[in-house]
């Protein structure tokens, strides 16, 4: 055996050992004597002694040489870890991610956020990137739009309070926003934290930006001394718990926002009435409430007073009262690009509110959950003279399939159509729609032309397996291979999004491939 050892006292290597380990052999006389149980004789008996005693004296220098070695190939495992893990650290030290400036991580920071980052959890995800080193750390602390984002829900949690006073402190002078939102508990019995809450906030009013305050009358008035301080408000939405009772708004006096020249963004939520908030109206230009129906008659009042309105939302989530008493074209909307009204089947008159309603400029309409009984709506796109560019119908009740095929056939300008089909209705976007809207590569005097022929985006969604796809994938191919018409109106499909909301066994490979091929060739779909 060669051996190598370690010097104990400096660590230098001694030469290689030679060593010869003795052996016990056993003669013929030792078997025989094992054999035959013979007592051995006091002469033998000592000799074998003394060469048991020199073998277990080198059994244990073995041992020791052993533990030494072990001892010393630990040392060198350990050393080597320590090793590469030195290189490693020093590797890291190279890598390209600590060469980024500050500016640029941040921006990095930013679009790896979600998109709704700026929920209750916002915190969270601001630590969570803040653990990532010292360096990231300071970065994130830097980064004032991070923490300038504040939900907060009330009664407020243990720590809602030394949250909101580091976000206040961590986004210095940068613009706010709030979102606050009150239970019935804080409602019912006023607690100190919600109030100091209420109060810290409002030391604040100069930097809000946007703010959704969903409060109590109580506390909204601790609201009162930001009257005349906000500067930068651009966005508000207003509403209360609907536990608020409405002779308690009554008795409110909602005139806080009255002085906010920047404010262009309303939405007033219900119950809280429109009418009740003074809002400086004639400056605002997006415009959304969700109320009762006998609330849209008060919003019918109001809407006069916003001569710059530019985008209008209106969501009326229950009641039935008539509009019966708004004439024809009684309010008249001039600046109005944008209308969008969501609801339920019986929420309201979709004829009668459109009838109500001149919008010679509106270039976008989107109904969405409503009923279709009555063809007003139809009436109403026919007799407009202005051109619709971009239509959205989804979760319509009671639409037919003639009444589907009319306001496309009133809306000859669309540019960006969407349809989606609702739960429990019948079949409506059948191969008739689907051929309709196919492009044909010729003419004829007994063929009706195309619908919606400069159309360049589409939004289909289907929630049925009777969908015919072979025509649909027909119409899609149609409009993206198409060039032009004989007038000269140059035409094609540039994104097409499809949603199958079913098992769709008539969906074949084939017709997979086909929308392959398109989306090789440049269309945008998303399906």
Known sequence: MSTSLPCANCGTRLGPLARTPPILELHDSHLNILRLNHILS???????QILLTEAEIELSSYDTEITQLQAALDELVNNRAKLQHSIQETQAMLAPVRRIPPEILSQIIFLSLPKKWHTEKSGAIALTHSQVCTYWRDVVLSMKELWSTIRLNLPPRRHSLAILQAYLGRSENSPLTLILCESQAVMLKQTPTA?????????????WKSVEFTLSPTLFNRLSPIRGRLKQLESLTLGVPYQVWTSDLLQSDFDMFILAPKLYKVHIVNPLEPSIVRIPWKQVTHYATSSTAEHIITLFRILPQLPNLVSLRIEPVYGTQSLQKFPRSSVVLNSLKELTVVGQPDSISVGRLFSALSVPSVNSVSLQYLPMKAPSFVRWLCDSTFNITTLDLCYLADLTQFTLIQCLEATPSLLSFTYKERVGEPVIWTNVVSQRLTIQTTLSSTMPSPLLPGLKHMTLSFIRPELDADDLIQMIESRWRAR???????????????????PHTRLTSVALGRLKEFEREGLWLSS
């Open 195 to 207: 109030n100091f809450i209420i109060d810290l906030i409002a030391a604040e009013s100069s930097r």
């Open 42 to 48: 006091s002469d033998h008996f000592h000799r074998t």
């Open 484 to 502: 032009s018409f004989s007038d000269g109106l140059q035409t094609r499909l540039n994104s097409m999004q499809l949603e199958f909301r079913f």
